[in-house]
């Protein structure tokens, strides 16, 4: 570890404010069967050591972070499309986790793992420095009420950790449909500067992320979706 990625790890050590609320929602019986059986085959529990993701997926392939995987579905048709590289995704809400669960069954997807807890804490504490050949954070909360922006996921801090943990030329993508959102994004990710904006400002939707129902929705009601993609530099 350099002094960089030590410098941005230990900048996390302190507690940080979450950008979850875990709530009582409701998890349906097949959600829990599924998180009940597919946890011990298919989830990893958190722990404060570096996964040796070799070990995880039983080869050496390009791996890729998806941090908020909401219900799994489109990290699952993802996975499912690439299968030449490994995919790993943090979620706290057991109905999500369940349902995620449930399409890595349903698709018998051997490229999939998941992780249930704090994205800082596993990004920080479980995920080795330059070890992933991308981040995708998809739609992430917005927390739109100003009191509340201090919860927003994509932060200096966070970024320049998320950073740390990509290889050369390893990519950072996210996506909101909240424009206020958008231009925070924009401007946290062009601040850093370990990482390149791959277009000007935002780019067209890659054609790796498949347009979700959420998304489907949101663009009949007129809310535009932007993406943003940015490169960590090669080493010189």
Not at 145 to 172: C, D, E, H, M, S
Request: glycine share 6%.
């Amino acid at each position: 570890m350099n002094e960089r990625d030590d410098t941005a790890a230990s900048e996390h050590r302190a507690s940080h404010i979450r950008s979850f609320v875990l709530r009582q929602g409701r998890v349906s019986s097949a959600q829990r069967r599924f998180h009940e059986e597919g946890m011990p085959r298919w989830g990893i529990a958190y722990r404060p050591a570096a996964l040796d993701l070799d070990a995880v997926f039983a080869r050496n392939a390009p791996r890729i972070l998806e941090i908020g995987c909401g219900m799994g579905e489109t990290t699952a048709i993802i996975a499912a499309a690439h299968p030449q590289n490994d995919y790993l995704g943090i979620e706290v809400h057991t109905p999500g986790v369940g349902s995620l669960l449930k399409e890595i069954a349903t698709r018998e997807l051997s490229n999939l793992r998941v992780i249930q807890h704090d994205a800082v804490e596993v990004v920080r504490d479980m995920i080795a420095p330059e070890s992933l050949s991308g981040i995708h954070i998809f739609f992430p909360d917005p927390w739109p009420k100003k009191r509340q922006q201090k919860r927003r996921l994509i932060q200096a801090g966070f970024v320049r950790l998320l950073a740390t943990r990509l290889a050369p030329n390893g990519y950072l993508h996210c996506a909101t449909d909240w424009e206020e959102y958008a231009l925070q994004m924009l401007n946290v990710l062009s601040a850093e500067a370990l990482l390149t904006n791959l277009a000007n400002d935002f780019t067209p939707r890659p054609p790796y992320r498949p347009q979700t129902k959420f998304e489907s929705r949101g663009l009949r009601l007129g809310h535009r979706v932007r993406d943003l993609v940015f490169r960590r530099a090669a080493t010189p």
